[in-house]
């Protein structure tokens, strides 16, 4: 199967800052690759999809990047609204896998 | 608008089985693939089962597979999760979630609520 490796697994950051998060797939998967958010207690949110496409009503400070195994999530500007625990998951064969997430917290 | 509500949760013995549902809404679901998730109490997202709109293409992971089957009612829009020789790491929130068959906007969303499976004697 192929294996997802997402970093890094925690970060603290402040509002305003720019934050990189990467998944890396074991082999090459095309554009296969979505972002999840997810806050304490909810249910997950879809924030890209085709590793670069942006779910309508997302924020434009939100985008992602990558094709084959290497991918990002980029938030330009963090807001308060954006602490939470993001999740690539790639979806190119089954059985698809989630990389094991990044909780961003308030620095 | 879209509703996928999972039902058929509760706290299970070791070994025993359990059948969640989950009834859809808001769209054509006899046309749309299914998939079920789960997270554990304090841990990261977990793909576990697909099934085609017409129920005829299963897949799993190998986490659930030939303990676990996903099988669809179409004519009463709800799609099932048969658990068997269930086990304290099955312990988890369940989520049923659409796949329209192409990745777009509708693709993996929304999300149900969730259903809470606990295993434990």
């Given at each position: 199967d192929v294996q997802l490796t997402q970093s890094p697994s925690a970060m603290?950051?402040?509002?305003?800052?720019?934050?990189?998060?990467?998944?890396?797939?074991?082999?090459?998967?095309?554009?296969?690759?979505?972002?999840?958010?997810?806050k304490p207690g909810k249910v997950p949110k879809r924030?890209?999809?085709?590793?670069?496409?942006?779910?309508?009503?997302?924020?434009?400070?939100?985008?992602?990047?990558?094709?084959g195994t290497e991918?990002?999530?980029?938030?330009?500007?963090?807001?308060?609204?954006?602490?939470a625990t993001y999740y690539c998951l790639r979806h190119d064969t089954y059985p698809w896998t989630?990389?094991?997430g990044t909780t961003i917290e308030i620095k | 608008q879209v509703q996928l509500v999972e039902s058929g949760g509760g706290v299970v013995q070791p070994g025993r089985s359990l059948r969640l549902s989950c009834a859809a809404s808001g769209f054509t679901f006899s046309t749309y693939a299914m998939h079920w998730f789960r997270q554990a109490p304090g841990?990261?997202?977990?793909?576990?089962?697909?099934l085609s709109y017409d129920g005829t293409r299963?897949?799993?992971?190998?986490?659930?597979?030939?303990?676990?089957?996903?099988?669809?009612?179409?004519?009463?829009?709800?799609?099932?999760?048969?658990?068997?020789?269930?086990?304290?790491?099955?312990?988890?929130?369940?989520?049923?979630v659409r796949d329209p068959g192409?990745?777009?906007?509708?693709?993996?969303?929304?999300?149900?609520?969730?259903?809470?499976?606990?295993?434990?004697?």
């Amino acid at each position: 199967d192929v294996q997802l490796t997402q970093s890094p697994s925690a970060m603290s950051a402040s509002v305003g800052d720019r934050v990189t998060i990467t998944c890396r797939a074991s082999q090459g998967i095309s554009d296969s690759l979505a972002w999840f958010q997810q806050k304490p207690g909810k249910v997950p949110k879809r924030l890209i999809y085709a590793s670069s496409i942006l779910q309508s009503g997302v924020p434009s400070r939100f985008s992602g990047s990558g094709s084959g195994t290497e991918f990002t999530l980029t938030i330009s500007s963090l807001q308060p609204e954006d602490f939470a625990t993001y999740y690539c998951l790639r979806h190119d064969t089954y059985p698809w896998t989630f990389g094991h997430g990044t909780t961003i917290e308030i620095k | 608008q879209v509703q996928l509500v999972e039902s058929g949760g509760g706290v299970v013995q070791p070994g025993r089985s359990l059948r969640l549902s989950c009834a859809a809404s808001g769209f054509t679901f006899s046309t749309y693939a299914m998939h079920w998730f789960r997270q554990a109490p304090g841990k990261g997202l977990e793909w576990l089962a697909a099934l085609s709109y017409d129920g005829t293409r299963s897949y799993y992971a190998d986490s659930v597979r030939g303990r676990f089957t996903i099988s669809r009612d179409n004519s009463q829009n709800i799609l099932y999760l048969q658990m068997s020789s269930l086990r304290p790491e099955d312990t988890a929130v369940y989520h049923c979630v659409r796949d329209p068959g192409r990745v777009n906007e509708e693709w993996l969303d929304p999300w149900g609520q969730g259903i809470l499976v606990t295993v434990s004697s």
